[in-house]
Nanobody, 124 residues
Framework: QVQLVESGGGLVQAGRSLRLSCVVSGRTDRIFSVGWFRQAPGKERRFVAAVLSRGTETLYADPVQGRFNISRDSDKNTVFLQMNNLQLEDTAVYYC?????????????????WGQGTPVTVSS
């Protein structure tokens, strides 16, 4: 069983930054990927970014490209999402999820395990 726990969400003014953390525990494959998704009220869950458990490959959604940065600390089994220049439209509940086997994916259906989510609210 795999567990993911997010933290770091909160209320922030537009233009400021936040860093989310996702701690992964349990029995994982040797190679997997962790993705961040977000879901705004009344909207579907959407891909934000993903990183492989090994190597340097990352993937970003167009709306966050250049503003968000995904990274990992393998020693601490933690994946981070650094969010800079936050905008009102970034307001959502942010989830991290684990995709088994090699390869980065944008679809939530590719991910097998999910955290409980952490809310991010950007105010004007």
């Amino acid at each position: 069983q795999v567990q993911l726990v997010e933290s770091g969400g909160g209320l922030v003014q537009a233009g400021r930054s936040l860093r989310l953390s996702c701690v992964v525990s349990g029995r994982t494959d040797r190679i997997f990927s962790v993705g961040w998704f977000r879901q705004a009220p009344g909207k579907e869950r959407r891909f934000v970014a993903a990183v492989l458990s090994r190597g340097t490959e990352t993937l970003y959604a167009d709306p966050v490209q250049g503003r968000f940065n995904i990274s990992r600390d393998s020693d601490k089994n933690t994946v981070f999402l650094q969010m800079n220049n936050l905008q009102l439209e970034d307001t959502a509940v942010y989830y991290c999820a684990l995709k088994r086997d090699y390869g980065l994916g944008r679809s939530p259906y590719e991910y097998s395990y999910w955290g409980q989510g952490t809310p991010v609210t950007v105010s004007s």
